[in-house]
């Protein structure tokens, strides 16, 4: 059974830190890109963070670039996105999505998703 398991969220103050964690398993974890989407209420999700499975590179979305920092770690089957210098603007739910192409076939999972509050 894949599971995705997203930890972390929670209220912070404007220019806060929060880390959110999120555990895969029930696939292999190291061969799937993993990124971090996120859904303010009333807006469509959008892409925050992206990392790839081999090599480990990284993109950001530009409202969080510089402040934002995704990373993984095979060992744990976990992906890790620190969010520093937090903005109200950056309160949504924040998800995590696991992408594989395999054979002509994307295989893609989802987290059920974390709430990240930032207060002014």
């Known amino acids: 059974q894949v599971q995705l398991v997203e930890s972390g969220g929670g209220l912070v103050q404007s220019g806060g830190s929060l880390r959110l964690s999120c555990a895969g398993s029930g696939f292999t974890f190291s061969k799937f890109a993993m990124s971090w989407y996120r859904q303010a209420p009333g807006k469509e999700r959008e892409l925050v963070a992206g990392i790839s499975s081999v090599s480990g590179s990284t993109n950001y979305a530009d409202s969080v670039k510089g402040r934002f920092t995704i990373s993984r770690d095979n060992a744990k089957n976990t992906v890790y996105l620190q969010m520093n210098s937090l903005k109200p603007e950056d309160t949504a739910v924040y998800y995590c999505?696991?992408?594989?192409?395999?054979?002509?076939?994307?295989?893609?999972?989802w987290g059920q998703g974390t709430q990240v509050t930032v207060s002014s």
């Open positions: 999505y696991a992408e594989r192409t395999l054979m002509d076939v994307v295989l893609n999972y």
